[in-house]
Structures are given as C-alpha cells and as structure tokens.
C-alpha cells in the first residue's frame, strides 16, 4: 500500500525574545496541523537564535566588553531541551523551556563538528552519540530520521554513517543560504535514496535583535565571513517535472558571496539570509521550493515513502542489495551475517578480520568446506613457486633452446645437449608432488576430523534426517512394518513405505496448476479495471480537479464502472492452441477445483494408509543417530536381507521421489546408458574443442594451408586477440552446458537423492574438464603449432612435440588471467542475478507470489559444477608446475582473486543449494591427484622423447610409489570418509579403519535379531596391516584434535518438532501437499474483496499485504509497521528436518 505522508518545512526566522519565537512556533505549528501536515522541520538554532553578522568583538589574541555584552545577551536567550552532555555546559545553561512528560522528544543530530568559521566562538564539541537514527511510525509508515545540520552535510563520512542506518527521512536544518546548497541537498537525497527536508531562516538586518544592530556598520558581516547579501530575483526555474534548471551565471556559485543580479530590488541590501528551504525526493528531484527571500513561508507536499525503496533498485548504498545474507528475514537469526560497514574502505578491514569459520556458522559445512578448498589450492600453487621458481627459472632460461619470451622459462628451452639438466626437474617434482600429496593427505584428514564433529553434534544429531535410512531394492516380504521392526528391533522408531502416487502426483499438479490460473486470471482482472481507472484520474490531475480516494460504499457502483466484461480472462480449452473450446478462466479455473479438491483429499488418505501400490523402498527412522549409522553400515545389498542403503541423513526435499519405483535391474540398465551416453559425449565433444584449441596456433598453420592465407593480412592486435582470447572465450561458452546435461543423465541413471545426482555430476564434468578442457586444448595446441613441420619430416615428430607441447602452457596463462579477473569480478558483481533482478523479473513476476519468492530465494552453489571447474585448474596448474613453472605464478593470483570473491559471496549473499554434508569436498580432494599423476606421466613422456634414461627411470620409481600410497591411503581413510563413529571422545573413529566392507544384519545367524556390533569382514593380511599402518600414521587426532575443531561449531539449539511434522516426515510430497493458499492483489474498486468472497467456496484466498501502485504494478508490502514476512499469507515454516 502506499506510504504517503504530507511533510513541511517552515522558513521561520527567530524573533527578538524566546517568548515570542515559542509564540510563532506555535502559530506555524498551528497552521501545519490545519493543513494536513504529519510532520515539519524547523531552521537551524531557531530557538535561541543564530547570532548571524555578530562578532562577539573578537580578534585574533584580543576581546573587548561590547563583545562580551554581546555574548551575554546570546547566552541568556539560550535554551536547553535536555539533551546537554554532561560536561557541556548542561549545569550553567538556564532550563527555562520545560516539555510535556508525555511527549515524545528525540535528540537527532547534535553538531558533531564542523562549526564554520566563527560559530566556534559560540558552540562547543558534539558527540558522535548523537548521529544514531530514531525509528518512529506516523499514520502506519514507518521513518528512520537522522539529521545532519548544516555544514556537517558536507561531511562524506557522516552522511555515509547515516545512510548505513537505512534512513528514509533525512533532517537538513542550515544556516547556509548559497546557491551550493540545493545542489548538495539534491546529491543526498540520490545518495541515500531517501526524502531530504532542509529549512534555513530567512532574514532581513531590520529583524537581527537590537545587541547585534546596535554595533557600528564596520563590526557586521556575514556569518559565512562575507559581506551581506543582497536580495535577488530567482536565479532557478522548477519544471513541471519537478527539476530544478539554474540559470547560468559567470560567477563562481560556491563562492561565499551570492551572485549578484543586475536586477536586484531596491531593498537588496537588507537581506543577510535569504533561506532556500526545500524538499527533495528520493531520486533528487526538488518536490517543494527551493524558497527565495520570503521571511516566513511554510512549504509543504505529499511523500510517498515507498519511492525510497524504488530508489535502492539502481543504487542502495546501505548494501542491502548486494548483502542479502544480512538482512533477509527468511533466514533466522543465527543464519544472518554481521552488517559490514558502509564505507567505501571502511568495511574492507571487519571483512579481512571475518574468519572462514563464520560461514561454517552461518550457513553451511560444504560452504566452508568449498572456501578452504579454493585457499588450500592458491597455497599449493604459492608453495609450488617457492620451491620451483628459485630453481627451474634458472635451470630452463639458461638451457640454450633458442626459445623466446615465455617460453624461455618452460622446459622447451632446455637444449638437446643438455640433458642433465633434467634431474633437476625429477627432483622438484619429487619435492614439489610429495608436498601435494602431503597436503591432500592432511586435509583428508581435517575434513574426516570435522565432518564427524559437526554431523554428531547436538543440533544436527537431534534432526529427524540424522536418524532416518533409506533402504531401495527392498525385498516384498519386508515390505510391512511388522517385518521391519522385527528386522531392526527396538532401535527402530518408525518407517515410511512408499507408495505409487503417480496418479495423486498428477491431480495435485493438475489442482495446483488450476490454482494459480485463478490467482492470475483474478490479479488481471482487477489490474485490467483499475488501470482505466488510475487513466482517469490522470486526467482529471491535468484538469486540476484531483484524484479522488474510492470510499468502501462507493466500491460496488465504481468496479461495475470500471470492469468491462472484456476485461475478464479467457483461455481455450485442450492441449493444442487455438483450437479448443474458450472458457471463461475464472469460472472454469473454480469448478475445477471444485472437483479436484475432493478428489485429492481422498486419495491421500489412501497413500497415509499405505493401500496404494507398495514400492521397493522404505525410510527407516531410528531412535538415535547411532542406530541409524549402525544400519546404514551393517546393511549390503549382497547379504540377506539383500536391502540396499542407497542414503543416510537426507532430507525429505532431498529425496527424488519418481526414481524410487525403479527396481534393481532397471537402475543397472539405466546407469549403464547413462555411463556410456556421457563416455561418447566426451569422446565427440573433443572435435568442438579441438578446433578451439587449433585456433590458438592457427597462425601456424597459414604456410601451409593455403585457404588460411587470410590471417597473414590480420592486423597483429586483432590477430593476437583470435589466437589470445576468443580460444579462452569459446571454450568457456561450450563448456556451459556440460554441467546441465551430466546432471539430467545422474537422474535418468536412477540416483534417489539430489546429492548422489551432484556427487555424479562432479565425476562426469571433472573427467569432461580434464578430458576436454585440460588434454585435448594442450594436444590440439601444441600440435597445431608443428602440424607444418611435421608434414615435411615425419621423422622429427618427436623433437617438435618435445619443443612445442610445453608452449602449450601459454594458452592456460591466458586461462588464467581470464578466470582469476573474469570469474572474480563477475561473482561480485552478480551479473546473472542482477539482470534476472532489473529485466526479466520486470516481465515475468506479474503477482505478489512471484515478487516475495523472487525476494526471499537465496542463490544456491551447485557443488557438482563448481568443483570440477576450480579442480581442473588446480589439475592444470599441478601437471604444468615443473614443465613450465610461470604458470604457478598466474594459478596463485588467480586463485587468490576468486577465493576473495567466493569468501564475500558465501559471508554475505548465497545459499547452500545441495547439502552433500562435504562429500563433494572430499571427492575433489582425490581428484586433486589427477594432476600429480598427469603431471609425472608428462614428464616421463618429456624424458623419453628427448631420450634422458637417468630421468625416467628415477621418474618411474616415483611415479610407482605414488600410485602405492595413493591406494594404501584410500583404503585406510575411505571408510572414515563414508561412515561417522559411534562417538568422537575415545577411539571409535580407529575402529573404522578396520571396517573395509559394509556389514550385515544376517537373519540366518541371528534368527532375526540384529546384532549389537558389527562384526568385521575378514581381509587379506598384507592389505589389513598396511591399512593398520595407514591407520596409525594419519590418525586425525594428530592433525587436529576433536576438540579443536569442536571449538568451531556454534552452540545451537537442537530442533523441535510438532507430532504432525515428525508424523508426515518422509510421505511423498503430493500426500502431504495443500490446497494452495491464493494471493490476490487488492484494488480500490473492491474487485479483489468480491474475488475473495466468490472464490473462498474453493480454496483459501486473500487480498491482504499487497497493491497496485500509481502506475499500476503489482506491489507487495513487508515489514511496515507491524507486517513481518510471517504475516504474508504464502509464508511457509521451514522446518528443519
């Protein structure tokens, strides 16, 4: 609804007592209150008086008694509202003006500094205390004031300080009558997006009290310290778009001395303040004044408030915008980040001083998981300079290959008789890979450490999804409850069977689609009338005779008016366009639901009773978290009872309900065609991608292949710009899509759960990056460049691609320098977003449903693209460190620059989309491995051609070892990884390590009673004492100790839940799902209100907390006077399930 209040400002000036001035005030205040007036801002030291032309007698390191005189008549006409600080005077000022105790009174914006000139005489030292905003309600709108007054509005910071507040009504009360001051007036009110009031006295000499008069003509002067002001003609025009035009003047208009008009009254000269009073709106245009040379004028026009929030869609300095972790109230308390400063350099200091942790905190273990993943990789790289550059920088430029530029510090430079020089590259490898797989190791380790702190302790550990497995492929006979208790006993809490719903999935998508149809059609048939409506009025405000507000008996008479019987929706019935029968939408959109209601109603309270159609699925929700655990573990799809444990601890909204009626051998046939669907994808996707890695030598090619001749003739900045750029550019566009499809196949192959569908996609996209982005570009490129040599000497094959394939590294330097600038720059700014925010929604959120989903939705990450998109360039940066170490300098900064941006976005404005509980981050830590084994097997390739025996033997040896403790730590951290201990105080996680297979509750041992331990799967000796050792050796409480890493977590609440939400946990959605709740707009012709009661017979419906504004677009009301988003009638509990 609009927030409109009527504001003024009062160009009074102080008259010659406190009494008569307390007199006028009254008048004035009188006259606004006839007028309709909410509230009116009043000069600068309007009670008490601005000593304006006194001197107090005061000369530099001199006084005399007329200027104390002076100043003892300022003093006795002083007045204290009580807002003195101690130790300012507050004991010796005369307390004469006593206030109401009911009133209500607020001290907004003392002089903090910045007194002009002689007012120092005068006023003493503020207190930044008094820059803190008031929060107050008039007539239902809600104003945050703050006031600056008079030259501390010249103040950036302070003015900053007080945007940062989120004020809408900023207080301007002046002494300054230049021509400057509504230009700055105009600059705060588009800086702040807010309403500026500013109110200056206007006076002439004749109305200065008689202790100022009564000096000589030499002693007055200006109380900027210029001589007085003559009176002028109006020097600004104001259109009727409310825009000020100054008229131009060849003097300087910041100069102290006003303009000087050729047409200047008689009386110029007795003006020694001229006000200029003013009301500006939030995008800076001038509502009312500014007011010229008139003693006691009152201005005074209609604010509608709401323009201060339609102002911060361009520019919000305040960051609410670009900081949505801040603010947004569908996050609780807990969730929300700390507010950073409003400054344009201040906040950089508190945000450097936020530690990584807080995002463990506030939103997510995989969100933090993925920071430290992005630090982890920028120090590898750093190290990996330390300890390459020193060394192979000299080794490489001094190697006399006749390389040029870059290519002078990579391996191609190193000469054909100069092959010992290749030891030095074995042993930095050795060095700089073992440090790689050192890291990974320990940060394995690290993540094991947290992940079981944060997933045992008490908030996470209490929730309904720590306790609840979901079993796929069960067999029928366990397909009852009573079966299922005695399978798992008294652990056992409770179960879900599933069922068929696919014909309740279709009628609650039907129902629900006829719903909405209604909210739309219902919204376009008030909007159609009220826009001929608001046409009307816009006209009747051009003939001056004014809008008139619709009265609700007035209602009935002005919607038939209004409404026309074309304005009422219609669509055609059937599936093909055009063609079916038209219908009346609202009619036809009330009987179906009508019809449907009923029938959905009934048919989930089949599904509650489990009479439907049973799948081979079941959700088991145990009493503790450790039963649940315990289960997962034990249960193997090969051992009676054969029940697969496809999840642990998802959630219901985690669950992919369609996929879990398939049965085993449909899953097989699915994942085998998914698997070779993405394996051929990869394979011919590689033609694409080759050509885009030929057309960064394509130079190369133009001698022999004589239709490319062309590109000689290529300007060399356009040319370097094809070979540079457009390589980089086409491939990142091409890649787009990778993520989208793998993720569409990950479901199609049968995964039951959103995380497995991400965790697949990050292993298809990360062998698509390395196959794709990594292999075939560094092949196609270093190829390309000698395809013309080689064609003329087959022979010399091996030499060429020994000399050029290390060239290749210069197109990833370029990868580099685009993805460190380009993906860092591009998350800050949000582009996506901020063009769904400013353009498309525009188009498509057409209802106030569309509008508050659009506001609360956070942007989520997708860890199935993410990952293998920083992992391969880590991959990159690893393989290349020893062939061409330059390329660690570029991965360093780049990675730095994208790390800072992925640490603001995850503090301040995403979400966690996929909760994978960081099994995504411990999977992108082993495929960190690729890079040290592409990079050890380019070497040996390296050494072969150029024939280097010592090399690659000792190449070999290490490239065997690596292979060997990659397997043995595999297997000694696999099962911590997969699996949480009983307990993280003793030495439960040891334990783990013997378990290298799930167990089984084996019904033919047992008789049907679980038993209470599992027992471990016997295993080879050689590999159970190298996985012991492994054990030992990376023991996490050696790395950091459980309480430690305890240290990190919050102490949060454990959830509560109602007995329906833990009743209806894990039913399939459409079982639980209800009628939807309708959301209409409401209009002054009382359309909506006769929508609501015919349509209430049918569903839930209302018009409440949303609009039509003067221009007719739908607009929703939150958090003005007392609506909260609770309030909304679409709002949702989140439950923490």
């Keep these: 609804m609009p927030q409109i209040l009527r504001l003024a400002v009062a160009q009074s000036h102080t008259l010659s007592t406190t009494s008569a001035t307390l007199s006028a005030l009254e008048a004035t205040t009188k006259k606004a209150s006839s007028q309709g007036i909410d509230l009116i801002l009043f000069p ?47 004991q010796w000022i005369d307390r004469d003006l006593e206030l109401p105790r009911t009133a209500d009174v607020w001290h907004i914006g003392q002089e903090e500094k910045g007194y002009a000139w002689s007012e120092r005489l005068i006023w003493g030292q503020g207190q930044p205390s008094s820059l803190r905003a008031v929060t107050t309600t008039i007539r239902g709108v809600k104003l945050t004031l703050a006031s600056a007054i008079c030259w501390e509005n010249y103040m950036p910071m302070l003015r900053q300080s007080l945007y940062s507040q989120n004020v809408n009504l900023y207080l301007a009360p002046t002494a300054d009558g230049r021509d400057t001051w509504v230009p700055l007036m105009r600059t705060i009110a588009c800086e702040g997006r807010c309403v500026v009031l500013s109110a200056n006295q206007c006076m002439r000499r004749s ?54 008009d050729s047409a200047a009254t008689e009386d110029a000269s007795e003006f020694v303040s001229r006000g200029g009073s003013c009301v500006i709106s939030p995008s800076g245009n001038v509502l009312a004044g500014p007011l010229w040379d008139e003693e006691d004028g009152l201005l005074s026009v209609e604010v509608d408030f709401e323009d201060c929030l339609r102002g911060r869609l361009d520019l919000d300095v305040a960051g609410s915008y670009s900081r949505p972790r801040t ?45 430290r993943f992005l630090k982890m990789v920028t120090i590898i790289c750093f190290l990996g300079c330390c300890i390459t550059f020193p060394v192979l920088f000299p080794v490489n430029a001094t190697g006399d290959g006749a390389q040029k530029e870059l290519d002078l510090l990579s391996f191609s430079n190193i000469g054909k008789d100069q092959k010992n020089r290749y030891y030095a590259h074995v042993f930095v490898g050795w060095i700089f890979f073992s440090l790689v797989m050192y890291i990974i190791t ?22 309904i999804s720590s306790r609840t497995v979901l079993f796929t492929d069960v067999p029928t006979e366990y397909l009852k409850l009573e079966k299922l208790r005695q399978l798992f006993g008294g652990s056992l809490r409770r179960a879900w069977l599933t069922t068929n719903c696919s014909d309740l999935e279709d009628k609650v998508e039907e129902r629900d689609k006829d719903a909405l149809k209604l909210e739309g059609a219902e919204i376009k048939l008030s909007q159609a009338a009220n826009k001929r409506r608001l046409k009307a009025d816009n006209k009747k405000t051009k003939t001056n005779e004014g809008p008139r507000s619709v009265r609700d008996e007035e209602a009935a008479s002005l919607s038939s008016q209004w409404m026309m019987k074309k304005d009422r929706p219609t669509h055609r019935l059937g599936k093909i366009p ?50 649940a655990e315990d289960a997962f573990r034990r249960m193997s799809p090969q051992k009676p009872p054969k029940m697969n444990p496809r999840a642990v601890a998802m959630r219901p909204d ?67 710009v094809v070979t540079g750029l457009l390589p980089v550019v086409l491939l990142a566009v091409l890649m787009a899509l990778v993520p989208i499809v793998c993720r569409w196949m990950a479901k199609l192959s049968g995964e039951v759960t959103v995380q497995a569908v991400e965790l697949k996609t990050q292993t298809w996209y990360m062998a698509f990056q390395v196959i794709q982005v990594f292999l075939i570009t560094t092949f196609a490129s270093g190829a390309a460049s000698v395809a013309a040599q080689i064609v003329q000497d087959p022979t010399s094959a091996t030499t060429l691609l020994a000399e050029n394939l290390p060239k290749a590294s210069n197109f990833y330097i370029g990868y580099f320098i685009l993805q460190g600038l380009g993906i860092a720059s591009g998350d800050l700014l949000n582009i996506g977003a901020l063009a769904v925010f400013l353009v498309v929604g525009k188009f498509l959120d057409k209802s106030p449903r569309k509008l508050f989903k659009r506001y609360i939705t956070l942007a989520g990450l997708g860890w199935g ?84 025996p010592g090399p690659i033997v000792l190449m070999v040896i290490f490239l065997v070892c690596t292979v060997v403790y990659h397997i043995m730590m595999r297997q000694a951290l696999k099962p911590l990884t997969a699996y949480l201990p009983e307990s993280v105080d003793g030495g439960d996680q040891r334990k783990l390590f013997d378990t290298t297979d799930h167990q089984s509750y084996d019904l033919t041992s047992f008789d049907g009673v679980p038993p209470p331990q599992a027992s471990a799967v016997t295993t080879k000796k050689t590999t159970a004492k190298i996985a012991s050792f492994f054990g030992r050796l990376f023991d996490p409480s050696k790395f950091k100790s459980h309480q430690t890493v305890r240290s990190l977590l919050p102490n949060r609440p454990a959830p509560q839940y109602l007995e329906e939400e833990e009743a209806d946990a894990y039913y ?52 003005d006077g007392e609506v909260v988003l609770s309030d909304i009638p679409i709002w949702k509990k989140r439950i923490d399930y």
């Design 44 to 90: 600068e030291a309007y009670l008490g008086g601005y000593p304006r032309t006194a001197t107090f007698g005061s000369a530099i390191g001199a006084r005399n008694p007329a200027g104390r005189e002076q100043f003892l008549q300022y003093f006795q006409d002083a007045v204290d509202l009580g807002d003195t600080p101690q130790g300012a005077g507050n």
């Design 207 to 260: 109305n200065l009290p008689r202790w100022i008069t009564g000096k000589g003509e030499s002693e007055q002067g200006h109380a900027n310290g210029q001589p007085p002001a003559p009176r002028l003609r109006r020097k600004s025009t104001i259109t009727e778009d409310g825009h000020e035009i100054v008229l131009p003047r060849s003097q300087d208009a910041a100069s102290g001395e006003p303009v000087r």
């Design 327 to 371: 603010f947004l109230e569908s996050l609780r308390e807990e969730e929300k980040s700390s507010r950073l400063p409003d400054e344009r350099i201040g906040w950089l200091k508190p945000f450097r001083n936020t530690q990584d942790e807080y995002v463990l905190n506030h939103q997510s273990l995989d969100g933090y998981l993925y920071l």
């Design 442 to 463: 320990r940060e394995t380790v690290y993540f094991i450490n947290l992940r079981h702190v944060y997933l045992l302790a008490p908030f996470n550990a209490a929730k």
């Design 578 to 627: 055009l063609i079916g029968k038209k219908v009346d939408t609202i009619d036809w959109s009330r009987s179906e639901l009508k019809r449907l209601v009923p029938e959905v109603e009934k048919f989930q309270v089949t599904q509650r009773k489990f009479d439907g159609k049973l799948l081979p699925s079941v959700f088991v929700e145990f009493g503790t978290q450790r039963a």
């Design 654 to 720: 985690e669950v992919i309900w369609k996929n879990l009626k398939i049965t085993k051998s449909q899953r097989v046939l699915r994942r085998i065609g998914a698997t070779t669907f993405i394996t051929l994808m990869i394979i011919f996707w590689a033609i694409p991608v080759a050509v885009v890695g030929a057309i960064s030598n394509i130079n190369y090619l133009t001698s022999k292949v004589t239709f490319l001749s062309f590109i000689n003739d290529i300007p060399p900045a356009i040319l370097g």
């Design 865 to 948: 693209s993410l990952y293998p998109k920083f992992g391969n360039l880590a991959i990159i940066a690893i393989t290349y460190s020893i062939i061409s170490p330059l390329v660690l300098g570029f991965a360093t900064v780049g990675f730095a620059l994208i790390y800072l941006a992925a640490r603001y976005n995850s503090i301040y404005i995403l979400t966690n989309k996929v909760d994978t509980r960081g099994a995504a981050y411990a999977k992108v830590l082993q495929q960190l491995m690729t890079g040290v084994y592409l990079g050890e097997v380019c070497l040996i390739g390296l050494f072969a051609i150029n024939t280097a």
């Design 1068 to 1119: 399939n959605p459409a079982v639980t799902s209800p009628v939807p709740q309708l959301w209409i707009v409401r209009d002054e012709l009382g359309i909506s209100r006769q929508e609501v009661s015919d349509s209430s017979e049918v569903c839930h419906i209302t018009d409440e907390y949303a609009t039509f504004n003067e221009k007719n677009k739908v607009v929703w009301t939150h958090q």
